[in-house]
């Protein structure tokens, strides 16, 4: 099993930056590939970003390539999202999540979830 907990949220001023931060706990980290996803209120729960279980291969969304990068360290059990040029529609409730082994942008296919971390930008 693995257990997933957020950190550093928070408000940022748009155009700013904030690093999020998702600690896992389990032997096997190593051996998941990483998502971040976030849920603006009254919408669907989209994903952000994935990285594969090595770290060698990262994915994003349209919507934040170029402004946010997924990053892990397996030494430390911790996955990391830089979110850079914060813009006002990045506002949401952001989770990690861990897959076995291959990434994937479609959260269902993510097995294990942490319980969220608020990002709120003001414009």
């Given at each position: 099993?693995?257990?997933?907990?957020?950190?550093?949220?928070?408000?940022?001023?748009?155009?700013?930056?904030?690093?999020?931060?998702?600690?896992?706990?389990g032997r096997t980290f190593r051996n998941y590939a990483m998502g971040w996803f976030r849920q603006a209120p009254?919408?669907?729960?989209?994903?952000?970003?994935?990285?594969?279980?090595?770290?060698?291969?990262?994915?994003?969304?349209?919507?934040?390539?170029?402004?946010?990068?997924?990053?892990?360290?397996?030494a430390k059990n911790t996955v990391f999202l830089q979110m850079n040029s914060a813009k006002a529609e990045d506002?949401?409730?952001?989770?990690?999540?861990?897959?076995?082994?291959?990434?994937?942008?479609?959260?269902?296919?993510?097995?294990?979830?942490?319980?969220?971390?608020?990002?709120?930008?003001?414009?």
């Open positions: 099993q693995v257990q997933l907990v957020e950190s550093g949220g928070g408000l940022v001023q748009a155009g700013g930056s904030l690093r999020l931060s998702c600690a896992a706990s009254g919408k669907e729960r989209d994903f952000v970003a994935a990285i594969t279980w090595s770290g060698e291969s990262t994915y994003a969304a349209d919507s934040v390539k170029g402004r946010f990068t997924i990053s892990r360290d397996n506002t949401a409730i952001y989770y990690c999540a861990a897959k076995w082994v291959t990434t994937s942008p479609y959260s269902y296919e993510y097995e294990y979830w942490g319980q969220g971390t608020q990002v709120t930008v003001s414009s």
